[in-house]
Nanobody, 114 residues
Framework: VQLQAFGGGLVQPGGSLRLSCAAS????????MGWYRQAPGKQRELVAD???????NYVDSVKGRFTISRDNAKNTVYLQMNSLRPEDTAVYSC?????????WGQGTQVTVSS
């Protein structure tokens, strides 16, 4: 199983970005999909995750600004990020629980700066 993430980049404060992460390979069932981030000098943190039944969980700092969603037919998870702030700058990585095993995608850099 491989996870491929897309969508990072440079954006001004207040702007928006949409990240996507698609899983490929031998997949029967994806239980949980999530996005994590790690800023320089900080520990990695869970940004948001979503269950198979679309129950969501967000870190407090992104509530009301970020929205996680998934397309089960495409084995893909999305993270819509609005009202971005400089403190959202980090490497964002996706993780999925696939058939009982966790897999990570490669990170994608998000930089929020004027």
């Amino acid at each position: 199983v491989q996870l491929q993430a897309f969508g990072g980049g440079l954006v001004q404060p207040g702007g928006s970005l949409r990240l996507s992460c698609a899983a490929s390979g031998s997949i029967f069932f994806i239980y949980v999909m999530g996005w994590y981030r790690q800023a320089p000098g900080k520990q990695r943190e869970l940004v948001a995750d979503i269950s198979r039944g679309s129950s969501t969980n967000y870190v407090d700092s992104v509530k009301g600004r970020f929205t996680i969603s998934r397309d089960n037919a495409k084995n893909t998870v999305y993270l819509q990020m609005n009202s971005l702030r400089p403190e959202d700058t980090a490497v964002y990585s996706c993780r999925m629980l696939v058939d009982g095993t966790y897999y990570w995608g490669q990170g994608t850099q998000v930089t929020v700066s004027s």
